[in-house]
């Protein structure tokens, strides 16, 4: 049998708009599987720790200006660059709770509207990547978002383009993907997380899930 079907972790995704709580669900999650006996680890992108990560840190933070392809290819080889690592972990029965990936980085490129940088090309760079087993969407508006406080002080933090995010997502959004009110309470978001992502975790245990490529 291949090793690709053999029990394996899970890969999950988040993605969502801005202040959604990505990083604070993902967070519970992982410290939730943990204390339930799963291997499980946290991972985000960008990676900011990479040579390349530390490009694009430069960027968001505007202290670098990069080409809008340069940067967008900067994004995925990012997510090529783990590639590997990401592959063993899963093997090895680690489950990988993600906080962003690929659709992040088409989304926030395509809102750019750049000439010549439609939809199609943004995705390009990233086919072929591990895809994941579940996409957690955290739905939000750009005026609930505003009430947590307002953006912060990166590149991309403004609610115009932020409002081009979102539409940019909802175009990309297919019926796989597991759409959350986030604007509940952050316990009840868990709650449910918890419950779908579990099954997910233990179909991928029992075996026979192949990984999957991106954009299949
Ligand atoms: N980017 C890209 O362009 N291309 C790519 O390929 C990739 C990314 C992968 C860095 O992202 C930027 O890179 C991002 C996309 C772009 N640009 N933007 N904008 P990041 O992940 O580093 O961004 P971040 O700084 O972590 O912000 P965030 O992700 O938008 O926030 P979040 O993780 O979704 O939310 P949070 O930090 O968990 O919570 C935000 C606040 O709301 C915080 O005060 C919480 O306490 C509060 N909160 C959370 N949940 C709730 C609920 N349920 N109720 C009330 N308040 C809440
Ligand atoms: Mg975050």
Redesign the pocket.
């Known amino acids: 049998a291949s090793t690709q079907h053999q029990p394996r972790g899970a890969f999950i995704v988040f993605e ?1 708009a ?7 669900q993902c967070q519970m999650l992982v410290e939730h599987l943990q204390a339930a006996g799963v291997a499980a680890e946290l991972w ?3 990676d900011r720790t990479t040579a390349i990560g530390k490009m694009i840190n430069s960027y ?1 933070t505007s202290q670098a200006e990069i080409d809008d392809a340069a940067v967008h290819l900067l ?1 995925s080889a990012n997510r090529w660059e783990k590639r590997e690592e990401l592959l063993r972990k899963l093997r090895a029965g680690t489950t990988l709770v993600v ?3 690929a659709y ?2 088409v989304a ?2 395509a809102a750019k509207g750049a000439p010549g940088l439609d939809r199609a090309w943004c995705m390009a760079p990233d086919a072929g990547l591990p895809a994941p087993d579940a996409i957690f969407f ?1 739905n939000l508006t750009v005026e609930q978002a505003a009430a ?2 307002g953006y ?1 002080e ?1 590149r ?2 403004k609610a115009d383009f932020q409002r081009k995010v979102l539409e940019q997502f909802q175009g990309m959004r297919d019926s796989s993907w597991r759409v959350i009110d ?1 604007s ?3 316990e009840d ?1 868990q709650q449910q997380l918890r419950e779908q992502a579990g099954a997910v975790v233990a179909r991928c245990q029992r075996g026979g899930e192949p990984i999957k490529q991106l954009w299949g």
């Open positions: 969502g801005d202040r959604a709580g990505k990083s604070t985000r992108f960008p968001l994004f906080d962003r990936y992040s980085g926030f490129t955290l947590r406080g912060g990166e991309y933090e986030a509940q309470s952050i978001i």
